[in-house]
């Protein structure tokens, strides 16, 4: 049996004239018309001795055999008078084979050369299937579904131009109907099958693959939409961005020969950088892309040419169109400029700036060898698609973007925005060397003579705290202990002597690992005895109490933890108030001048300020930003300790905080360290500041054992009389606001290791 699909059907397909000849025979005992009565008498007089024709063949060499009398049957489909204009055949139904052309078809496939053989695209062996079964549906169980789907066929000219074809398909002389014992679908499965179009396992379930027939023939007319099908393409192109795999199309070229229909054309396209007033090549398509004109005006003329010329396109924005290079004036040909048209064999083109918003965003351009080819009309068609072009830019830029960020989030981390730019630049050149398929190695990103500012907010004694919620979490649990062993009978005297040692250690003589050892008792010897006691024959008030005591355990350490958790939960909440204030002064604060911020939040939060020329080198830096950045600093934690003020009172357990602020003269460089994915300060020289930085937390006023921090009150601690004089004016203004008082004390802060010679101002702040 001849197989006419290519692909796997639920059709035995059989050519046959069987409903034509019908319609032959309607009109040999119908028509009024004599002629016609004679005509259609004639035709089946003459295929009476081929009684293949009406039963049906499939052997395809019938066709050959019967060509002349099956032109004869169908002169009245295919009209001699429309034969050289209308491309035209008869096919077997839903197959690739076709017969009977009209002669503009056969010069069309004869361009097209003897090896080409005629397919529909973009359909898949899946989409076929359904859709013949669709063709079951619609024509054997009369369901209006509308099966039909866009077929064309891609046929090249003479010249390789792929041209596009539109076909329609008349089926009036096709029949449908299931072989002898097939299981039709009832009503049902049909609407269940409608609802899972895309289950191929379905369909075939209930339409078997040759399990019906399909017997006639076909009439295709194509049209030629070579223009809308390659605008489509287009669109579909410049669409289709995957960011997690951007490759370049590298049909698009062929698209544009198609919709212009030019043989020879070379396209280009560079994308038009604003902030260096330059031209950018798309890296993926650096070997698709033929820029033979933006290449010269890029790599010949001087900065200051192309900036003029970028900014002529701005405000002129009309393109350039050549449509044969001979007829250019002859000064024009004299210019160095000429001879890049002649040495690349450019005798047409067209340069076509992309703008949006009166903004250049790209130029494109058009070259062929072919003078003429390239005209008005052709830059007209451009117009069809200039928003998807639009559209595609914008989709790129943001894909990059996108890209770029991620490259910064996966190798540096999250950066704080006044010191992003630096990392995008050196992401930039990493991204676009990854799309030419190039190797390149991130660079160092450091920044040099910053001037540092540092500060903290410090929870006072919450280790002490801490220590002392532990003990009271660690006695309650072993108090609960003892009440539920009192009870129980006396296989657990060995816990409650376990437990009794470390009451007593925990009370008078705890040693750095006696938590641990707790943790462990408990996890592997209390904890499973006491579940058994769940679990086995035990008195109410037993499983009661030991239910009770598994409520309060913290499942991750075996331990009680209800005190420890409402400090945590108090600090927590500090921590984030102070945080967030700090986070939304630093808005202001990056207005005054661009600089890098961090902060840490632990018992209290820390902040570190750099701010220099080199983190916004395009900025006027000068000594008066670090004034304003020092004021702005101070007030900042004078309104963080107020604020805490109004909130201390709802805190579970009470605390309290003490803030400082080191003033520091000297330039630090710092550099983002690759493994810790974050800054620090970088070079021996510049580790003295953080090692001053570590030490004040816990320092206290010279000669004394008072902590230079107190809370309540804002401690500065300096070097020099230059630093107290500047910081006494900023305390004065704070003073005439009403946020601090006049009981300004001055301190020296005792000798550190390898440290001495600091200085202190401490001063209260007003009760709100």
């Not at 059709?11 to 004679?38: A, C, T």
């Not at 009172?649 to 803030?659: G, N, R, T, Y």
């Not at 009981?743 to 200085?759: N, S």
Request: aromatic share 12%.
């Amino acid at each position: 049996m001849a197989s006419f699909h290519k692909k796997d059907s639920p059709f035995q397909v059989y050519i046959s004239f069987k409903k034509y000849l019908d319609v032959l025979e309607h009109i040999r005992y119908n028509d009024r018309l004599e002629y016609r009565v004679n005509y259609a008498e004639s035709l089946i007089d003459k295929t009476k001795n081929f009684q293949e024709l009406r039963d049906g063949f499939q052997d395809l060499t019938l066709l050959d055999k019967y060509e002349d009398l099956i032109k004869l049957l169908l002169a009245d489909l295919f009209p001699t008078g429309l034969t050289n204009n209308e491309i035209k055949a008869a096919s077997i139904p839903l197959s690739n084979i076709t017969f009977n052309y009209t002669e503009r078809f056969k010069n069309i496939l004869k361009d097209a050369g003897k090896d080409f053989e005629i397919e529909l695209r973009n359909i898949n062996d899946d989409e076929f299937y359904v859709f013949c079964c669709c063709l079951i549906v619609q024509t054997y169980f009369k369901r209006d579904i509308k099966a039909s789907i866009p077929f064309y066929y891609d046929i090249p000219n003479k010249q390789g131009i792929m041209k596009h074809y539109k076909i329609t398909v008349n089926s009036d002389f096709s029949e449908v109907y299931p072989t002898d014992g097939v299981k039709i679908p009832d009503e049902d499965t049909i609407n269940m099958l409608l609802e899972n179009l895309d289950d191929i396992k379905l369909w075939k379930k209930y339409f078997p693959s040759k399990s019906w027939i399909l017997s006639g023939f076909s009439i295709i007319s194509l049209v030629d939409c070579t223009s809308e099908v390659a605008l489509s393409d287009l669109k579909s192109s410049m669409i289709k961005i995957d960011p997690e795999n951007l490759i370049p199309d590298e049909n698009l070229t062929e698209i544009f020969k198609s919709y212009f229909d030019i043989s020879e054309l070379n396209f280009g396209l560079m994308l038009f950088n604003k902030k260096e007033k330059r031209l950018d090549k798309v890296p993926i398509y650096e070997n698709v892309f033929t820029n033979h004109i933006l290449d010269f005006w890029i790599n010949t003329f001087d900065e200051e040419v192309r900036k003029t010329a970028f900014e002529n396109f701005s405000y002129n924005s009309k393109p350039i169109v050549v449509s044969n290079v001979d007829n250019l004036d002859s000064h024009i040909k004299k210019m160095p400029s000429f001879n890049i048209l002649k040495d690349n064999n450019i005798n047409s083109f067209m340069v076509i700036p992309i703008m949006k918003d009166n903004e250049l965003l790209a130029i494109m351009e058009f070259t062929s060898p072919q003078p003429n080819s390239l005209n008005g009309l052709k830059l007209k068609k451009l117009e069809f698609f200039v928003d998807m072009i639009l559209f595609s830019l914008s989709r790129f830029s943001f894909e990059r973007n996108n890209q770029i960020e991620a490259i910064i989030q996966r190798e540096y981390t999250t950066i704080h925005d006044s010191v992003v730019w630096k990392f995008r630049s050196e992401a930039e050149k990493y991204f676009n060397a990854f799309l030419s398929r190039k190797i390149y190695t991130l660079k160092q990103i450091s920044f040099k003579n910053l001037t540092p500012l540092f500060g903290f907010s410090d929870i006072r004694s919450s280790s002490e705290k801490r220590f002392n919620l532990m003990l009271e979490d660690l006695n309650e649990q072993i108090d609960c202990l003892h009440d539920i062993f009192s009870i129980i009978n006396s296989d657990s005297e060995k816990y409650l002597l376990a437990l009794d040692i470390f009451e007593n250690e925990l009370n008078n003589e705890i040693k750095a690992d006696t938590e641990q050892r707790l943790q462990r008792l408990l996890r592997d010897e209390i904890h499973p005895y006491l579940q058994g006691k769940l679990e086995v024959k035990s008195s109410d008030e037993v499983k009661a109490k030991i239910k009770e005591y598994f409520s309060k355990v913290f499942s991750q350490n075996h331990l009680f933890y209800s005190h420890r958790r409402s400090l945590d939960e108090s600090i927590t909440l500090v921590n984030r108030k102070l945080a967030d204030m700090l986070d939304e002064s630093q808005v202001k604060a990056q207005q005054i001048f661009p600089h890098y911020y961090e902060r840490f939040k632990s018992d209290g939060v820390e902040h570190n300020l750099f701010i220099g020329q080199n983190i916004a080198p395009d900025l006027q830096y000068s000594s008066k930003v670090v004034h304003k950045l020092r004021y702005w600093q101070l007030k900042t934690i004078c309104n963080m300790e107020r604020e805490f003020q109004n909130f201390k009172q709802d805190l579970s357990i009470p605390l309290d905080i003490a803030s400082l602020i080191f003033v520091y003269n000297e330039k630090v460089d710092i550099r983002f360290r690759m493994d810790e994915k974050r800054f620090d300060i970088d070079g021996a020289y510049n580790s003295y500041y953080e090692i001053i930085k570590k030490r004040l937390d816990k320092a206290h006023v010279k000669d004394s054992q008072e902590r230079i921090t107190c809370p309540g009150k804002i401690t500065i601690v300096y070097f020099g009389m230059e630093n107290q004089k500047e910081y006494l004016e900023y305390i004065t203004k704070l003073q005439k606001k009403g946020i601090l008082q006049s009981d300004v004390e001055f301190l020296r802060v005792e000798d550190l290791q390898g440290i001495t010679g600091l200085l202190a101002l401490r001063v209260s702040l007003t009760h709100i």
